[in-house]
């Protein structure tokens, strides 16, 4: 009986002489994120396409739920020499990431024989190249952008005789006044660090001077951050929430317009809205001012030679003009490279969203937010030192702006 047993065996093996060495073949790349929901689902589709036409490569995708779990499972990683092959990561982690040896340029990979020419460089938008490079060098790529936009209600705004929507925050306020009945709110926001950068820049400020040094606490710190008080307490035209209630309050059409990002479009409409709904770019002022968010893609250094060759072979497959249209029509967030747009699917969907186009084109002149590590906890002591007070509180703008500046000096010299 045993001998019969052992015959099996060898016989089924025999069937399948190359499964164990198939398998030996299979180059694992870990790729830590923090996708969820239907972002999630959108990059699962196309990590499962790379692996589909790459049978000699498998990208393990694991999901860490949110940004701040990713962060500390990084750090974790880092103490147990247990890191992922590449995974997110904000400018604000790079440079100790880089400074610490944890994380290879990718400018290796760039430059090398599977790397990218020069045109393909230079069709990265300029923002994203500078969003990636330290000491002249790109160390990361970028990977899901994002960038903000208007929505508005496009049959309330017709209603009053508003054919477009403003362009300059001056001209929004009074655009608010015009649609405004009975001393309602007609827009609402939160409290948001990226909505007072926004406002600084389109009226000449700018967060840090060319040393990095905070320069906030300016004339355009506090025009800016009295614009936002103003809209809620003095004029009366917005209220403030918390999550996602204005964009629920929207669609409920409570309010006429609000701020989101490229991503908020697709949540927006699969709500199923009872009006027409208009996308925008960011008003501006004496200048433009937008800033760009989300996260870009680290290799890490300790891996093998041929992971991370692997890995690189996924990185630069996922920022291809073809896979970045795929991306960008996924999820809402905007492609990297300006020639995804001459696509036949983009401009389809230019056509289809009218302002997109638009909103897309802020990539031009977008900001960046500090890269400074320190920017980290920075941001933190802004929000609650200085927009929390004096919008939740009604404090005033400029002795908060000139306490929360000297506040957060202190942490970047720490």
Not at 170 to 186: G, W, Y
Not at 269 to 282: D, E, Q, S, T, W
């Amino acid at each position: 009986m045993k001998n019969k047993i052992l015959l099996l065996i060898i016989a089924f093996l025999a069937a399948f002489p190359g499964c164990k060495k198939e398998e030996s073949k299979i180059t694992t790349v870990v790729f830590w994120h923090a996708m969820g929901g239907p972002l999630g689902d959108a990059l699962e589709e196309l990590i499962n396409q790379f692996n589909d036409s790459h049978p000699d490569i498998l990208i393990e995708s694991i999901s860490m739920g949110n940004y701040n779990a990713l962060s500390q499972k990084i750090m974790a990683s880092i103490l147990s020499h247990r890191t992922p092959t590449i995974a997110q990561v904000y400018s604000s982690w790079t440079t100790n990431l880089y400074e610490s040896r944890v994380i290879e340029p990718l400018e290796n990979y760039i430059k090398g024989e599977n790397g990218l020419k020069e045109e393909e460089i230079t069709d990265f938008y300029p923002v994203f190249i500078k969003d990636n490079t330290i000491d002249g060098k790109l160390i990361t790529l970028p990977f899901n952008k994002s960038i903000y936009a208007y929505y508005y209600n496009i049959d309330l705004f017709l209603a009053e005789g508003i054919a477009e929507f403003p362009e300059t925050w001056t001209e929004l306020l009074k655009t608010a006044k015009m649609l405004q009945k009975d001393d309602q709110p007609v827009t609402a926001f939160g409290i948001s660090v990226g909505f007072f950068e926004s406002l600084l820049y389109a009226f000449g400020g700018r967060m840090v001077d060319e040393d990095n040094n905070p320069a906030f606490y300016s004339k355009e710190g506090i025009e800016a951050l009295q614009f936002i008080k103003d809209l809620i307490y003095k004029y009366r035209v917005a209220k403030l929430t918390t999550g996602f209630q204005h964009q629920d309050q929207f669609i409920a059409e409570k309010i006429a317009f609000i701020m989101g990002t490229s991503v908020s479009y697709s949540f927006i409409m699969k709500a199923k809205p009872n009006f027409r709904v208009g996308i925008a770019p960011l008003p501006k002022e004496d200048t433009t001012g937008v800033m760009i968010m989300g996260t870009n893609i680290a290799l890490f250094a300790d891996k093998p030679a041929k992971e991370k060759e692997a890995a690189w072979k996924f990185i630069k497959w996922f920022i291809s003009p073809k896979q970045q249209a795929k991306w960008a029509l996924g999820t809402g967030y905007v492609p990297v490279r300006k020639s995804a747009n001459e696509l036949p699917e983009i401009k389809d969907y230019f056509k289809q969203i009218s302002g997109l186009k638009k909103v897309w084109d802020q990539l031009y002149y977008a900001e960046l937010e500090p890269p400074e590590p320190a920017w980290l906890f920075g941001r933190k002591i802004f929000s609650q030192v200085v927009l929390e007070p004096v919008i939740l509180g009604e404090m005033d703008a400029e002795e908060r702006l000139k306490i929360g500046q000297k506040e957060v000096e202190i942490s970047f010299q720490r």
